[in-house]
C-alpha cells in the first residue's frame, strides 16, 4: 500500500513560501546596523548551497569601513571616468547610504562545465544568504556592475583576479522602502508533459 504524502498545508511550508515570494531587491536602507552575528549565520547558510564535486567555490569577503571608504573612491573614479564628476559624487553620496557591504567570488576553472556548475552553485549560495537575511527582516541587493570587473576592484579586496571572479557586490540592510515585483503566471513558464 502506498503511504500518503506529508501534508503540504501546513503553516510552516506557508510562511517558507512567503519567504521565498517575500524577498525584494531593496535599494533604501535604514541607517540600522545589521548585527555581524546574523551575517556570520547568513555567510554560514550560504556555504550550505548545493554545489556538484563538493568544490564550494566560493568566497566571501566583508569589508570594514576602511575597505568600503576605498570602494567608495573608486566607485567614484569609475564613474567619473565615464560619465563626469557630478554623476560620480552623486554616485559615491549613494553607495555609502549602504549599510551591510558583503562580496562574493568564485574560483576560476580552465574547464568550461566546472566554471559553469561553480557559478551556479556561487548563485544558489547568494539566494541562501540573501534569504536567510531576508527571513530576520534584513533587505539585499545583488549588483554586478563595471566595478565588480575592474582590477582596483581586486586590489582592494586583496583578491587575485586571475584564480577567482566576482558573482556579487551584495548590499544589505533594514529596508527603508521595500519595491512591489511581479512575476510571469505560471502557466507561462511551467511545462508539463505527459
Ligand atoms: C546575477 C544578478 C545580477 C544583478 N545585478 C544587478 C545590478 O547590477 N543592478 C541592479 O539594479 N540589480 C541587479 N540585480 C537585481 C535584479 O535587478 C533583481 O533581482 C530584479 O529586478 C528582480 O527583483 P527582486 O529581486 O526584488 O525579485 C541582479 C540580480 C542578479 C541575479
Avoid at 4 to 18: V, Y
Avoid at 139 to 167: A, N
Wanted: aromatic letters at 10%.
Amino acid at each position: 500500500m502506498k503511504k500518503a504524502p506529508p501534508s503540504i498545508e501546513t503553516q510552516e511550508l506557508r510562511e517558507f513560501g512567503e519567504v521565498l515570494r517575500g524577498r525584494r531587491t531593496v535599494n533604501l536602507y535604514l541607517q540600522t546596523p545589521v548585527p555581524e552575528e546574523l551575517v556570520r549565520d547568513a555567510v554560514k547558510a550560504a556555504t550550505w548551497a548545493p554545489n556538484h564535486h563538493l568544490t564550494e567555490p566560493w568566497r566571501f569577503v566583508l569589508p570594514g569601513e576602511r575597505t568600503v571608504e576605498k570602494i567608495l573612491d573608486l566607485c567614484q573614479r569609475i564613474v567619473s571616468e565615464k560619465k563626469g564628476a557630478d554623476l560620480a559624487l552623486h554616485k559615491r553620496e549613494s553607495w555609502s547610504q549602504k549599510p551591510g557591504w558583503l562580496i562574493v567570488t568564485c574560483r576560476r576553472s580552465d574547464d568550461e562545465l566546472r566554471q559553469n556548475e561553480d557559478y551556479a552553485a556561487c548563485s544558489a549560495a547568494v539566494q541562501n544568504f540573501m534569504l536567510y537575511l531576508w527571513k530576520a527582516g534584513v533587505g539585499s541587493k545583488w549588483t554586478t556592475g563595471d566595478i565588480t570587473r575592474d582590477p582596483r576592484f581586486f586590489e582592494i579586496l586583496g583578491v587575485d583576479q586571475s584564480e577567482e571572479f566576482v558573482v556579487g557586490l551584495i548590499w544589505y540592510g533594514y529596508p527603508k522602502l521595500t519595491p512591489a515585483q511581479s512575476r510571469k503566471e505560471l502557466s507561462e513558464v511551467l511545462i508539463t508533459l505527459p
